[in-house]
């Protein structure tokens, strides 16, 4: 099983700043099989990027994903209010797909 | 567009039995993996089951396996999860998921609350 690690498990910023979340892998991951999630309280999980950095429809270009290997980063360059919530990475290349478990953005 | 709806969820005693079912719509559903996902109160995303397209694959986490059961019937765009011998442990939002291994879980249903108290 991959196991994906997220870091920090809390990230306090500011509006206006910029983020950069970390998703680390156990084990090597194809690009192609890495996506970011974003959930806010009561509502299911969105689709931000996918393939690693590839924006998902309608998802702001202040949001973009990087990496390879095993160390992927979401980054959001400009934080806007309603970008403080919980991201998710999560691989689906390999059974079981796993997920990371989380980091929340709050502000500070 | 897509939809994805569940249904069956609710409130049951410990060893109890539930089957939640999810109706999908916008896309050909026989062409698609699917999974359910569960989140327990404040915690993080679980993938606990998955089918194959076709159904003659499936995938269970350990923490389940035994006690559920995911099917799909193709003909009528809807998968199903039976929840068999129930702990509190199992109570969770559960999310019905378009994508399997290999494809993105592009589309989520709004969830459904299965509540395992006595």
């Known amino acids: 099983e991959i196991v994906l690690t997220q870091s920090p498990g809390t990230l306090s910023l500011s509006p206006g700043e910029r983020a950069t979340l970390s998703c680390r892998a156990s084990?090597?991951?194809?690009?192609?099989?890495l996506a970011w999630y974003q959930q806010k309280p009561g509502q299911a999980p969105r689709l931000l990027i996918y393939g690693a950095s590839t924006r998902a429809t309608g998802i702001p270009d202040r949001f973009s994903g990087s990496g390879s290997g095993t160390d992927f980063t979401l980054t959001i360059s400009r934080l806007e209010p309603e970008d403080f919530e919980v991201y998710y990475c999560q691989q689906f290349g390999s059974s079981p797909v796993t997920f990371g478990q989380g980091t929340r953005l709050e502000i500070k | 567009e897509v939809q994805l709806v569940e249904s069956g969820g609710g409130l049951v005693q410990p060893g109890g039995s539930l089957r939640l079912s999810c109706a999908a719509s916008g896309f050909i559903f026989s062409n698609y993996g699917m999974s359910w996902v569960r989140q327990a109160p404040g915690e993080g995303l679980d993938r606990i089951s998955a089918i194959s397209p076709s159904g003659s694959i499936t995938y269970y986490a350990d923490s389940v396996k035994g006690r559920f059961t995911i099917s799909r019937d193709n003909s009528k765009n809807t998968m199903q999860l039976q929840m068999d011998s129930l702990r509190v442990e199992d109570t969770a939002v559960y999310y019905c998921?378009?994508?399997?291994?290999?494809?993105?879980?592009?589309?989520w249903g709004q969830g459904i609350l299965v509540l395992v108290s006595s």
């Open positions: 998921v378009k994508g399997g291994v290999g494809f993105v879980s592009d589309y």
């Open positions: 084990q090597s991951i194809s690009i192609s099989n």
